[in-house]
């Protein structure tokens, strides 16, 4: 999908984004405890399709550098407003970029690279992003991907819920589906986290985990469950996520990936 048309889309909502997201602060809250653990305070890391900086701040307020970018315009103008009312202007850069422009940036520039929220999954090929992620680390370097997954179980069982037998079947199988977003038709493709590896990331990186995100604890549309049942999903969740197939049943998914001539001196890993 061309960037010109997934900026206008997003720009579109970029005042009222952050809203629309608050049901799934849970998820943001596993991303925000794996980039603790994956990155240091005196790092730079960068934040690809950062939209409005959410993320960016987070890590900042860790003690680490950042540099946003986004194609969307309106979104890096909500990031730069954040940046400026949390007074974190000499820790967050922010650029209007697509991240299919970043041969531009100098090579070894980041101990880190993050993208969430399915920011990647406008492209049908990463394989030009993982060649670039790969020049632009440091050695050392870790990078942590948010994807969009090809099947969801809740999102399944609404389909039968609602004896709508076909889309349920065919769900798991679709290798993209569109969103409107802003009023816009956006494109998103869709891989399960070991086709994603395989085919973009293993010649450049090892992975050194992947999980689901939601693959039993539901999503926050989902309004009928007892808190106390969404908070015993959610334990669940997170003890099962990396095993298949509870990896394949999340709304998204993660990947943890080191660059492969960093590993090769002794980085523990997922070798595939």
């Known amino acids: 999908m061309r960037p010109a048309d997934v900026a206008l889309a997003y720009d579109a909502i970029a005042a009222a984004y952050d809203e629309e997201v608050r049901g799934d ?15 240091q305070p005196g ?3 960068l934040d690809v399709a950062c939209g409005t900086g959410t993320d960016a701040v987070f890590l900042a307020q860790q003690g680490i550098r950042v540099m946003g970018i ?17 007074r974190l202007g000499g820790r967050v850069d922010s650029q209007v970029m697509d991240f299919s422009q970043l041969a531009s940036l100098p090579p070894g520039s ?13 492209s049908p090929d990463l394989t030009p ?12 370097g870790c990078m942590v991907l948010h994807l969009l997954g090809r099947f969801s179980l809740w999102e399944w069982l609404g389909l039968v819920a609602h004896r709508k037998w076909r889309a349920a079947s065919a769900l798991g199988r679709q290798t993209e589906r ?3 977003i802003g009023g816009q038709p956006v494109r998103h493709y869709l891989f399960d986290p070991d086709v994603t590896y395989r085919r973009f990331f293993a010649q450049s990186f090892w992975r050194r985990r992947a999980y689901g995100v939601g693959c039993l604890r539901p999503p926050g549309t989902v309004r009928r469950i007892p808190p106390p049942l969404v908070a015993g999903l959610g334990y669940l969740d997170r003890r099962v996520a990396s095993h298949h197939p509870f990896v394949n049943w999340g709304r998204f ?7 492969k001539d960093d590993l090769d001196a002794g980085v523990p890993g997922e070798r595939r």
């Open 178 to 180: 569109g969103f409107t």
């Open 25 to 39: 602060e849970w998820v943001r809250q596993v991303l925000w405890q794996h980039f603790k653990r994956a990155f």
């Open 110 to 122: 980041f101990d880190g690279i993050i993208s969430s929220f399915a920011g990647l999954s406008t």
């Open 253 to 259: 998914y993660v990947m943890e990936l080191w660059r």
């Open 70 to 86: 986004d194609t969307s315009s309106k979104m890096i103008a909500q990031l730069r407003t954040k940046v400026t009312d949390h």
């Open 129 to 140: 992003f993982a060649t670039d992620a790969a020049r632009l680390l440091r050695p050392g």
């Open 43 to 45: 790092q730079r890391v």
